[in-house]
């Protein structure tokens, strides 16, 4: 079945440091969405790229989908407080409903 | 308007006995999906609901069963605990067919299996 695996597992930068997590799929995504976990929490839906090549930002966030939609990252500019937590990258298998998560990437941030 | 709720937000069990989760889905959302979400991973797809039928399931067993009703919430049973079901059980609901799909989820329950 299909896999999706995020690297790195941990991530510790100094606030004002940039951060970046990497998604990798074994199959092709008709697209793929981010996630994020604050410490305590669920998962809040962050964005959804579904054009090969795609890049979307918000704000300090930059989100990329690879030209064979089988990778994406996210990347973060001059991190804050604020951006602690667990990024997940997800796709679908086949049609709406399966969303296969990544295990995450854990950021921490030191003020 | 309220978000996607789920009850209880903890719950301990002994092995071998049954539970039964429940959610209700952010107002206009008509589909449900469950997840497992153990310690330090991802959240695992276990089954989704649409107008009251499962319609697609992930790699759990017979044990996890579900049901959805008419006013969309549904409910998450697990029977003949095993230890290795403690874990974070997430609901999100979804719009079907609605463009970013993106799920919302609740605050999950916290099941512990001793």
């Known amino acids: 079945g299909q896999q999706v695996m995020q690297i790195p597992q941990y991530q510790h930068v100094q606030e004002g440091e940039d951060f970046t997590t990497y998604c990798n799929s074994s199959t092709t995504l008709s697209n793929i969405q981010w996630y994020k976990q604050r410490p305590g929490g669920h998962p809040v839906f962050l964005i959804q790229?579904?054009?090969?090549?795609e890049v979307k930002k918000q704000k300090r966030l930059t989100f990329q989908f690879g030209e064979a939609k089988k990778n994406s990252s996210l990347h973060i500019t001059a991190t804050q407080t604020t951006d602690v937590g667990t990024y997940f990258c997800a796709g679908y298998e086949g049609s709406q409903g399966n969303l296969i998560f990544g295990k995450g990437t854990k950021l921490s941030v030191k003020p | 308007d309220a978000g996607v709720t789920q009850s209880p937000t903890h719950l301990i069990k002994t092995r071998g006995q049954q539970v039964t989760l429940r959610c209700s889905p952010k107002?206009?959302?008509?589909?449900v999906s469950w997840y497992q979400q153990a310690l330090g991973q991802g959240p695992q797809f276990i089954f989704q609901y649409y107008e009251e039928e499962e319609r697609q399931r992930g790699n759990f067993p017979d044990r996890f069963s579900g049901h959805q009703f008419p006013n969309y919430s549904s409910e998450l049973n697990v029977n003949a605990l095993l230890l290795g079901d403690s874990a974070l059980y997430l609901c999100?609901?979804?719009?079907?067919?609605?463009?970013?799909?993106?799920?919302?989820f609740g605050p999950g329950t916290r099941l512990t299996v001793t």
């Open positions: 107002s206009g959302h008509d589909t």
């Open positions: 999100a609901s979804s719009r079907r067919n609605w463009n970013p799909y993106e799920q919302y």
């Open positions: 790229l579904v054009k090969s090549g």
